[in-house]
């Protein structure tokens, strides 16, 4: 079941992402597409994408007759302190130079017109919010008012930093993009935060982040009770507390079994005990 | 670029640049944000399996290494990300543990700098070399010198210090930065640890040995294998440089108590196979 933002566009409950797939991406996108992904994550940042190799599967399935207006289209600005030397725009210029540059880039890539979501990669700021990430803010919310991009998010970023967009903002972000660690709540401030403002949490590195709490007994209860693997219970899971999962499983049967995590439902009792069950 | 290990628990600092925590639980005591993270990868750590049996024994530190390494293999995504965040400033991988010398962030390094070394899964050249400490002067016009081996087996450090014309102690701290340790007995049985020590020196070794046949036969520079035998069942070797040019053959060899260390006396050395040696310079 489709999720909605705030402004009213619709974005699949799930979503396909492309980190570190280097030389296979183009595979690896055309076969999560093929088991019934229709959200496909990536970033104009070479150092750990291939937007370039995600255009090319998009072109492919242009021809096999699945559409850019099929496809649900999510890409980053990276900021200079996130890339290596391989920058899609000109470092001495202005930011918003650079995300225009960026985005433009991006296009290019995607073979497309316009973006579904544009995502900031991470504030250039630690802690806070400084003068560069209110640039860059500007530069997406032109993007976003110019019709580009249906919506715009933000990644990587802290409760405070968030809190703080919120409040200052001419748009607010559509969407968050953080890593999700179950110590941490998975995440709970931030998710907090999304919630009061109606923006879509989309969570990444759910497995990955989160491994040590496969081998909780009440975990491995709770695979067996529902028939399921593990790594379906947390996307299963996340999706019930409002968060929207990323996979970049590389496995084609995973693909298809992450897909199918919503043939069941978890009981309120239960999402309270995995929600702090890494704590 | 650098990667450096550190406790959590000591206070962070500029210098640290990138900060990784590489435990696979949260670390006892310390907050999210007094761990001063910039990320946390608990997945790149050992399996828990591998953790218990280590538990910190010394005398494991070797296996550990090498069974860890193999667990690293198969993390391609995760080892990526972390390598992704190397050439772009120093990346300070931190763990929990007492035991300063023997842990996964010190294991995990070793094997992180051994493969950006090799250039297996990045950019090759200059942008990801990891030099340390670069030569005195440049092949060329130079005639070798030998190095002498300040450790008991420290033959194969020597033999590429005299190539790139550098001390002992300067290839021996390179070699400690890319996680290779004379002391590491995986380094009597095999020549991969010694390629990207050659590498980062701008030296191209061959991709594989070639059997001696004869003196006139090898090539200018090489490193050789003499004195092979068996230990334990695992072969070990002495490693020495053949080198010729406009002073003629000669062999440098490292062992400390040779009146002299370069040698001409081909009779006597038994040379089992050699490894090519190209200076890029």
Known sequence: MPWTTYNNVSIPSFMYGTAWKKEATTGLVLQAVEAGFTAIDTANQLVHYDEARVGEALVQLARQGITRDKLFLQTKFTPVNGQDHRLPYDAGATITTQVQQSFASSLTHLHTDSLDSYVLHGPYSRRGLGAEDWEVWAALESLYDAGKTRMIGISNVSADQLTLLCAKAKHKPMMVQNRCYAAFGWDKEVREICRTHGIIYQGFSLLTANSGIFAEPEMRALAAKYQTGLAQLVFRFSQQIGMLPLTGTTNPQHMKEDLQCERFTLSSEELAAIETIGQ | ?281
Request: charged content about 25%.
């Open chain 2, 1 to 281: 670029m650098k990667v450096m290990v550190k406790r959590i628990y000591a206070p962070a600092a500029r210098s640290d640049g990138f900060r990784v925590l590489v435990d696979r639980l949260w670390p006892r005591g310390i907050s999210k944000s007094d761990a001063k993270l910039d990320l946390w990868l608990p997945d790149l750590g050992p399996s828990t399996a591998l953790r218990q049996w280590f538990n910190h024994d010394p005398a494991r530190w070797e296996e550990f290494q090498h069974r860890y390494h193999a667990e690293l293999k198969g993390k391609t995504e995760l080892v990526s990300e972390l390598k992704g965040q190397v050439p772009r400033g120093t990346v300070t991988l931190l763990y929990s543990v007492k035991d300063e010398q023997h842990n996964q962030a010190v294991a995990l390094r070793s094997f992180l700098m051994i493969r950006l070394a090799a250039g297996r899964h990045g950019t090759r050249g200059k942008k990801h070399a990891v030099v340390v400490e670069g030569p005195n002067t440049t092949m060329s016009g130079r005639a070798l010198k030998p190095v002498v081996q300040l450790e008991r087996t420290g033959c194969g450090i020597a033999a590429v210090a005299a190539i790139a014309g550098v001390s002992y102690r300067q290839a021996q701290r390179t070699a400690n930065q890319l996680g290779i340790y004379a002391t590491d007995r995986r380094l009597w049985s095999e020549t991969t640890y010694v390629r990207p020590l050659l590498r980062n020196y701008r030296l191209c070794p061959a991709s594989t040995e070639q059997p001696f046949l004869s003196w006139s036969s090898l090539p200018d520079l090489a490193l050789l294998a003499i004195k092979w035998h068996r230990e334990r069942g695992r072969p070990c070797w002495h490693w020495v440089v053949f080198v010729r040019d406009s002073d003629g053959e000669r062999v440098l060899d490292s062992k400390r108590s040779l009146k002299s260390h370069v040698r001409r006396d081909f009779g006597r050395m038994m040379p089992k196979w050699y490894l090519a040696v190209v200076t890029k310079r």
